[in-house]
């Protein structure tokens, strides 16, 4: 047992609070003047579910105070696993902090930020004195459950969201452990197929979604990185998912700037070849994982069955 500490240094105290390991988020605001601001916050928490309110809180010697107070409602955007340099760029001071950001226009002007976790749009409900910081309660009024890997903070260092590997297999949504097969089962090549990829897939799904990157993103990216330039029906052949996705796909990449389209055929950008290739080191290390136990000759003759499967 540790001996606690009573002595209150406020970089030690930083650091002891760092163990406990937060989301983060931009808070938005747009006074009815038509001035805005967004402060990157990772004081975010729910309060109550009825009526629905949440809190966060602001340094009072922070310059957007002003705005907040008067501004009728904020926005939190939750932050995905891929908008690093979102936080980044509302934790620093500046005099326009929207001048090349996308946003659109949230209840009561605030802006809202593409592609998030999550965004919760609320009215200013109370304002409460917290020592150095406002802490302020809103109350949710509207809200969009957009499902990306959330960005997390923990120790002074960016994180990503895994599951426990002591609860992976029995994860909400997943089936569990394969039992020993018999019968008819035993020998179904189709129902070995989709329990082999069911498996495959509980620790690298995760792994994949931890990039900011939905299934569709991530594949689109792999392929366009080995083929620079496909058109949409092409793409949809190589990535095998419905046309509704894939194109909300290409649209979200494009606006990342991770592909380009040019004459119908979307093409990978330097930064999007960056992004694959983080991919296929994932992809590359899970394989490895998964077969290392299988002699080259045995894997050679399964590429050889997948590859015919595919063709057909």
């Given at each position: 047992?540790?001996?606690?500490?009573?002595?209150?240094?406020?970089?030690?105290?930083?650091?002891?609070?760092?163990?406990?390991?937060?989301?983060?988020?931009?808070?938005?605001?747009?006074?009815?003047?038509?001035?805005?601001?967004?402060?990157?916050?990772?004081?975010?928490?729910?309060?109550?579910?009825?009526?629905?309110?949440?809190?966060?809180?602001?340094?009072?010697?922070?310059?957007?105070?002003?705005?907040?107070?008067?501004?009728?409602?904020?926005?939190?955007?939750?932050?995905?696993?891929?908008?690093?340099?979102?936080?980044?760029?509302?934790?620093?001071?500046?005099?326009?902090?929207?001048?090349?950001?996308?946003?659109?226009?949230?209840?009561?002007?605030a802006p809202v930020l593409p592609d998030c976790s999550a965004v919760f749009q609320c009215e200013k409900y109370e304002t409460v004195d917290g020592g150095d910081h406002w802490i302020l309660i809103?109350?949710?009024?509207?809200?969009?459950?957009?499902?990306?890997?959330?960005?997390?903070?923990?120790?002074?260092?960016?994180?990503?969201?895994?599951?426990?590997?002591?609860?992976?297999?029995?994860?909400?949504?997943?089936?569990?452990?394969?039992?020993?097969?018999?019968?008819?089962?035993?020998?179904?090549?189709?129902?070995?197929?989709?329990?082999?990829?069911?498996?495959?897939?509980q620790d690298y799904q995760p792994l994949q979604l931890a990039t900011g990157l939905r299934t569709g993103e991530a594949r689109m990216l792999m392929v366009l990185e080995q083929d620079r330039q496909l058109s949409l029906e092409a793409l949809l052949d190589e990535i095998n998912l419905p046309r509704s996705e894939v194109e909300a796909a290409a649209e979200i990449l494009q606006r990342k700037l991770l592909v380009a389209c040019r004459d119908g055929r979307y093409q990978i950008t330097a930064k999007g070849i960056e992004q694959a290739a983080r991919l296929w080191q994932i992809a590359a290390a899970e394989q490895q994982k998964m077969f290392s136990a299988i002699g080259d000759d045995e894997l050679a003759a399964f590429r050889k069955v997948l590859t015919l499967l595919a063709a057909n």
């Open positions: 047992m540790t001996n606690p500490v009573t002595a209150f240094d406020p970089k030690a105290f930083r650091r002891a609070l760092g163990n406990f390991a937060t989301g983060i988020t931009v808070i938005t605001a747009r006074t009815p003047g038509g001035e805005m601001s967004g402060v990157t916050a990772n004081s975010f928490n729910s309060v109550s579910l009825d009526p629905p309110l949440i809190l966060w809180s602001i340094d009072k010697r922070s310059g957007s105070c002003r705005i907040f107070e008067a501004a009728t409602h904020f926005a939190v955007n939750v932050l995905a696993a891929d908008q690093i340099d979102l936080s980044n760029h509302f934790a620093r001071p500046s005099d326009d902090k929207f001048a090349g950001i996308a946003h659109g226009a949230g209840l009561g002007g809103g109350k949710v009024v509207s809200f969009d459950d957009i499902g990306r890997s959330p960005l997390l903070y923990h120790q002074g260092a960016y994180s990503v969201a895994l599951p426990h590997a002591r609860f992976a297999d029995n994860a909400e949504g997943q089936a569990p452990a394969l039992r020993a097969l018999e019968g008819r089962l035993s020998t179904n090549l189709y129902y070995l197929m989709t329990q082999a990829v069911r498996a495959y897939q």
